[in-house]
């Protein structure tokens, strides 16, 4: 019979945090920019230079673990990793070894087998390092440091995670937890969430995990679901021919859908870890972490209660809704304005679903107010447009944030409400077409749908459809 294996997943997240400048000087942060411009003797590593420490970073990692039910450590430091690389200006990195910022926490996930507690063993906050760029042409390797000293904090977890749905659940609950903090974008395309994946395998029933790889290179949801499943299968193979698994860093091949050893795994000691010698330990005050409690934002999983409860949304419209924070910030301000949850909601998940997915965007991208789609709702209600005019509407702000009332003003869309023109309408509609008048009368009801149909057109889909509804049945 041959044996079960149980799959043991530890993560490295790394988090980019959103201040507008570096960790340890007054370089921006934006990610882009021409290779080498956001930098200075600090950031580059130069001889004499002196890091200054961020007090925006401290807070972003405090406001992480607050929100992942971190202990924080008011007395904290900062450590050198001594490492040579080209991307390591000063061949060291300023990180937390001793006494990180955050220690012992947890986020609750969803499984199919029902909730279940992720560990945290630690968040620690660090500098980032360059980026390297292979050049094929020049057969060369050429450094950008524009990402040198933007400030990280990584998330270290405990070995909880059994597989890639477990993964997957956690990593997106760090996210949103993340955005709804405004600590970061955490855009994993751009870089600004990065997730290692500590894995190994054992017999199932078994005590001692297995030997562990650490897998890098994985920048999209899907990828870590492969690389996870493509190396548990590797590891499985190796134990089943009897040989033993190393403990190394791997990297991922997306395209090909295989890892390949990087480096065999160092230990801390490899780094030479010593205290920083040019930062002084951060002391936190009762002050300071009462403050930043205080500012802590409502999280998702409050606002999905409270959405039910004092909206009566759905659970479907709640989940989606809350699942973006910008989504959630549009559904709550234009809900202040029309006092109309339910069909705020509705052309949230509806329309805008549609155009996002028309123009390939995320919800980050949402630029149009909450105020003008507040207006259409009320225009809609008031019966001042119909609703295929208040779809035409809408997709114009949310492309051009337009005003809807100038536009529907400037653009003659008002419903015809006016009994006399509408009745002048219908009565052509039914001269010009006698056969549906005479299917109508046939008993064929879907007769009438055309005749709306052919007077909306007439009108040039301003009329209100009630109205030619009832005077088609008084007319017939």
Request: overall charge negative; glycine content about 6%.
């Amino acid at each position: 019979m041959s044996k079960q294996y149980e799959t043991v997943i530890g993560l490295e997240v790394h988090v980019e945090l959103a201040t507008k400048t570096k960790i340890f000087c007054s370089c921006s942060t934006e990610f882009g920019g021409a290779p080498n411009t956001h930098t200075c003797p600090v950031c580059t590593g130069m001889p004499g230079s002196l890091p200054v420490l961020n007090k925006q970073a401290v807070e972003y990692a405090a406001a992480v673990g607050l929100a992942t039910n971190c202990k924080i450590n008011q007395r904290c430091k900062f450590d050198r990793k001594n490492y040579f690389y080209p991307d390591n200006p000063q061949n060291y990195q300023i990180s937390q070894l001793y006494q990180p910022i955050c220690r012992d926490g947890y986020v609750e996930i969803d499984t199919s087998a029902g909730p279940k507690k992720i560990g945290i063993h630690e968040i620690h906050m660090e500098e980032d390092a360059g980026k390297l760029i292979h050049d094929e042409w020049e057969d060369c390797s050429l450094v950008d440091f524009n990402r040198s000293g933007v400030p990280l904090i990584e998330i270290v977890s405990e070995p909880d995670m059994r597989n890639a749905d477990e993964v997957i659940a956690y990593l997106d609950k760090l996210r949103l937890i993340i955005q709804y903090l405004g600590a970061s974008d955490c855009k994993l395309q751009e870089g600004s969430m990065r997730a290692d994946v500590n894995l190994s395998v054992r017999e199932t029933g078994a005590e001692k995990f297995g030997t562990r790889t650490e897998m890098k290179n994985l920048n999209s949801f899907k990828a870590i679901a492969r690389a996870i499943e493509g190396e548990r299968e590797r590891q499985i193979e190796l134990l089943e021919m009897g040989r033993q698994v190393i403990q190394e860093t791997r990297r991922w091949d997306d395209n090909k859908e295989a890892s390949y050893t990087m480096r065999s795994k160092e230990d801390a000691q490899d780094y030479r870890y010593f205290p920083e010698p040019d930062l002084t330990p951060i002391i936190i005050s009762d002050e300071w972490l009462a403050a930043i409690k205080a500012r802590q934002p409502e999280l998702r999983t409050q606002k999905l209660i409270r959405y039910k409860k004092d909206f009566d949304l759905p659970d479907y419209d709640a989940e989606i809704i809350t699942s973006a924070k910008r989504m959630a910030d549009i559904f709550e301000e234009a809900t202040a304005v029309c006092g109309r949850p339910k069909k705020v909601s509705n052309w949230l998940m509806v329309e805008t679903m549609r155009l996002m997915k028309e123009y390939g965007m995320e919800a980050d991208d949402l630029r149009f107010s909450p105020e003008n789609l507040a207006k259409l709702i009320q225009l809609t209600e008031a019966g001042t447009i119909n609703s295929s005019v208040a779809k035409e509407v809408f997709e114009k702000i949310f492309l051009e944030d337009i005003d809807p009332l100038q536009y529907v003003e400037k653009h003659g869309l008002k419903t015809v409400n006016d009994e006399g023109a509408l009745r002048e309408a219908v009565e052509q509609v039914l001269a010009d077409n006698p056969q549906s008048v005479e299917d109508y009368h046939n008993g064929k009801e879907k007769a009438i749908g055309f005749l709306v149909g052919q007077t909306m057109k007439a009108m040039k889909g301003k009329a209100d459809p009630g109205m030619v509804n009832q005077i088609l049945k008084e007319l017939l």
